[in-house]
């Protein structure tokens, strides 16, 4: 009987984790190996379960601070109001049923001498092998005038959640006729094509509930992922309401006055009446701690 593609596919990922994972000598000593996963989204929740459906006798602990997890895509449709936060979010039972340990816990720091992750109760947990997937981090210091507290003001909303209701809350609120302006930052950043699309449903909530109003995107590129396609859309779905401007043209925003909900750029300046700021990122915190991250801060 021919194997299916999912069946190819499953032994394809238990092969794989086989090999990277349990070196011969160490299976064969009966000592069951332990995996640990920094992350719990999807690469980390999913790694963590790949490995389980490899190799039951794994024991695999999940290091993860929050109790629910708040996916990102699809959360620029609740920014445009087609879906509710509530349908983005999910809890770990799932996975603590595959026979996955999770700890709810922050990891701080990694010894790769002694092979353990140290928590933020100072906890030590050993491994034989670790997985880091800690998502990102903003960096509040890559932006004059953007940083946490302004965050609060002009939602970056590239961490699903209370930043997403805020930015949807904004635009609700917003009088038909006013200007929204979002920045996009320089390569590179986390979901290349996100800003984009969030443009996208953005113009479609403007189109349909304030189809006075205006968005412009401010971009630090002058390219950006599948960018045929989304002009191509724009262009026919948004004419005259969607208007990106690219580097070359003075779209690199230099800083923001989060006060007046300005946007700078060498060219001149940008007040909206909802601004979206997508700053700069980097690996999340413990990959620089471990030592994995390089100066741009990614791995």
């Not at 990102?72 to 936060?85: K, M, Q, T």
């Not at 670790?130 to 932006?143: E, F, M, Q, S, T």
């Not at 002058?222 to 396609?229: A, M, P, V, W, Y």
């Not at 690199?252 to 009446?273: E, P």
């Amino acid at each position: 009987m021919k194997a299916g593609r999912r069946e190819f596919l499953k032994l394809g990922v238990a092969a794989a984790a086989s090999t990277a994972l349990l070196p011969v000598p160490t299976f064969a000593q009966g000592a069951a190996p332990r995996v640990v996963v920094v992350g719990g989204g999807f690469a980390g929740a999913s790694c963590a379960r790949a490995i389980r459906q490899a190799e039951p006798r794994i024991a695999v602990t999940l290091i993860e601070a929050n109790t629910t997890f708040t996916a990102c895509p699809f959360s620029n449709a609740v920014i445009g109001g087609l879906r509710e936060l509530s349908a983005q979010q999910f809890t770990y039972e799932r996975v603590a049923a595959d026979g996955i340990a999770v700890a709810r816990a922050t990891a701080t720091a990694v010894d790769a001498q002694a092979r353990s992750v140290r928590l933020a109760d100072g906890t030590r947990l050993p491994y034989d092998r670790l997985v880091l997937a800690p998502g990102i981090d903003i960096r509040w210091d890559a932006l004059p005038g953007y940083d946490e507290a302004a965050a609060t003001l002009i939602p970056h909303a590239w961490r699903a959640g209370e930043q997403t209701l805020l930015l949807r809350r904004q635009l609700e609120a917003m009088a038909d006729g006013g200007l929204v302006v979002i920045s996009a930052p320089a390569n590179p950043f986390r979901c290349p094509p996100g800003p984009y699309e969030r443009a996208s449903l953005i113009a479609h909530y403007l189109k349909t509930k304030k189809p006075r109003s205006k968005l412009i995107v401010l971009d630090a590129k002058d390219t950006f992922s599948k960018q045929r396609l989304f002009q191509a859309a724009w262009a026919e779905l948004y004419p005259g309401l969607l208007e990106w401007v690219p580097l070359s043209k003075g779209g690199n925003v230099t800083s923001v006055d989060a006060a007046t909900v300005t946007l700078v750029t060498d060219f001149g300046r940008h007040k909206a009446a909802v601004a979206n700021v997508i700053p700069p990122q980097k690996a999340g915190r413990i990959a620089e701690s471990a030592g994995v991250a390089d100066r741009s801060g990614w791995c």
